[in-house]
């Protein structure tokens, strides 16, 4: 029995490990199957130009459905995971799950490009619709920065958040510190 049909009647962890529900994948796989079809068509499995042989999935395939595939690829994508531990989950081997991720992971942003989906990759060019939405949220955390050198600079940027160092430092904790160093 594949992964697929294992999660696939678990709505909480079909959810969790794809992002998607059981509607919102049946609606997603048979535009990704028309892309994974019309990709290796022309390509082979490791993205070189298929010369002479047709594809075929072979029999003992870890990924031998459409859905297995589908699944596989959001699997990854949202949890994630080492590409050694996504081959275990999978039945295969690091370099073959690196091999299939490489693969199906283009025929995934083109379909969800061709259904206009693809998640933006900058604000710009996130289109809102300001009529129907009175409040947005965007998830992001901070990042550290080469701090300027002007004093002035220094404080724009500056968010009080973070110490430099990664540790706050507690008064008896420095009392202690400066007695131990002298």
Same mark, same amino acid.
């Given at each position: 029995m594949s992964k697929y049909q294992t999660v696939a009647e678990k709505t909480s962890e079909f959810l969790a490990s794809t992002g998607y529900t059981r509607e919102e994948f049946d609606a997603l796989l048979p535009h990704f199957a028309i892309q994974y079809r019309g990709?290796?068509?022309?390509?082979?499995?490791?993205?070189?130009? !298929?010369k002479k042989r047709k594809h075929s999935d072979y029999q003992n395939s870890p990924l031998p459905t459409i859905e297995d595939k589908l699944f596989f690829i959001l699997t990854y994508l949202k949890t994630n995971n080492l590409q050694s531990v996504q081959g275990v989950l999978f039945g295969m081997s690091q370099p073959? /799950?690196?091999?299939?991720?490489?693969?199906?992971?283009?025929?995934?942003? !083109?379909?969800? /490009? /061709?259904?206009?989906?693809?998640? /933006? !990759?900058?604000?710009?060019?996130v289109v809102f619709d300001e009529e129907e939405i009175v409040l947005y949220y965007h998830d992001g955390t901070e990042r550290p920065i080469q701090r300027p050198i002007d004093q002035e600079l220094q404080r724009q940027y500056y968010s009080g958040k973070k110490t430099a160092h990664g540790q706050e430092q507690h008064p008896d904790q420095q009392g202690l510190q400066d007695s131990v160093s002298n």
């Amino acid at each position: 029995m594949s992964k697929y049909q294992t999660v696939a009647e678990k709505t909480s962890e079909f959810l969790a490990s794809t992002g998607y529900t059981r509607e919102e994948f049946d609606a997603l796989l048979p535009h990704f199957a028309i892309q994974y079809r019309g990709w290796m068509s022309t390509h082979c499995l490791n993205g070189q130009p !298929r010369k002479k042989r047709k594809h075929s999935d072979y029999q003992n395939s870890p990924l031998p459905t459409i859905e297995d595939k589908l699944f596989f690829i959001l699997t990854y994508l949202k949890t994630n995971n080492l590409q050694s531990v996504q081959g275990v989950l999978f039945g295969m081997s690091q370099p073959k /799950a690196n091999l299939w991720i490489h693969c199906l992971h283009p025929i995934l942003n !083109r379909t969800l /490009a /061709a259904l206009g989906e693809l998640p /933006a !990759r900058q604000m710009k060019h996130v289109v809102f619709d300001e009529e129907e939405i009175v409040l947005y949220y965007h998830d992001g955390t901070e990042r550290p920065i080469q701090r300027p050198i002007d004093q002035e600079l220094q404080r724009q940027y500056y968010s009080g958040k973070k110490t430099a160092h990664g540790q706050e430092q507690h008064p008896d904790q420095q009392g202690l510190q400066d007695s131990v160093s002298n």
